[in-house]
């Protein structure tokens, strides 16, 4: 995402999402507990449009996404969302997916690590924003829920039968995309479906820490890896190895490289700029 901002301002308030920042880390939190952080029309358009703001902004180096309460977020509210989306025409139930999808683009395109803390359930939209996450934390009471077969849609929703074939594999992903069965921790621990099982409680805590490892090392190392995953994921090989070639060539003039070469020789931590 182009960091340039123009005339935009950035949005004081957020509509059921709570928003932090500390010494590089956003924290986002979906927050609302009483619906399991069900997701509405806003909250949608919320996320989509905060994470254009925080990818504009250079002092966001990592940004962990949690849920609030019981779980980390069940899904599009069924009243507010699934009810209203019955009396829609073809037209607005397309502006609308694609709002959806809109989400998912911005967790993979913006120049920062995301790591998604998961504990109790991930649900539906809920388990594809932990899915679009670069890592994913989570506590043994966590599990991924594929559901839109079972309300009759289909599985690939908000780009899941895109990502989760590439992170635990076709024949995995049809298993759970198409029966819409729960993937409990231990289970998704073994698919490769999260990068950390975290002790009881502590996922929030895991994902902080991670989140701020990430803040702490090259910014600009940490986008440029992000941006060439999610684009040689169709490349072929050639195509694939001249995008590293030209990449590096371009961090190779980067302060962060020379700062690496200074602080090996002088025997010292290097001081990371992001530059």
């Not at 990592?62 to 977020?73: N, P």
């Not at 120049?111 to 809920?126: E, L, M, R, S, T």
């Amino acid at each position: 995402m182009s960091p340039f901002a123009g005339s935009a301002r950035s949005t004081g308030a957020w509509q059921h999402i709570r928003v932090s920042r500390e010494d590089g880390v956003a924290t986002v939190t979906l927050a609302r507990p009483e619906k399991l952080n069900a997701l509405t029309f806003e909250a949608y358009a919320d996320l989509r449009d905060l994470l254009a703001e925080l990818s504009r902004e250079r002092s966001v180096r990592a940004l962990v996404l949690a849920g609030e309460g019981r779980g980390f977020c069940s899904g599009g509210d069924v009243e507010e969302i699934i009810g209203v989306t019955l009396g829609m025409d073809t037209a607005q139930l397309l502006d609308f997916n694609r709002m959806t999808g809109q989400v998912v683009r911005a967790i993979r395109e913006c120049p920062f690590p995301v790591v998604a803390a998961v504990h109790g359930v991930a649900a539906g939209a809920g388990a594809v924003l932990a899915l679009a996450a670069d890592f994913r934390i989570a506590d043994p009471s966590a599990r991924f829920a594929f559901l839109f077969t079972r309300v009759g849609l289909s599985g690939g929703d908000m780009g899941a039968a895109y990502l989760l074939p590439r992170v635990i594999g076709l024949g995995h992903a049809t298993r759970v995309l198409m029966l819409g069965d729960p993937v409990r921790a231990p289970e998704a621990e073994r698919l490769g479906l999260i990068s950390e099982l975290a002790e009881e409680g502590r996922a929030d805590e895991r994902a902080a820490a991670l989140a701020r490892r990430l803040a702490e090392g090259p910014a600009l190392a940490h986008a440029q890896t992000k941006a060439l995953l999610t684009a040689e994921l169709d490349m072929p090989l050639a195509a694939a190895v001249e995008l590293d070639a030209s990449t590096q060539a371009l961090l190779m003039n980067s302060a962060d490289y020379a700062e690496f070469h200074a602080a090996f020789t002088e025997k010292r931590p290097p001081k990371w700029q992001g530059k």
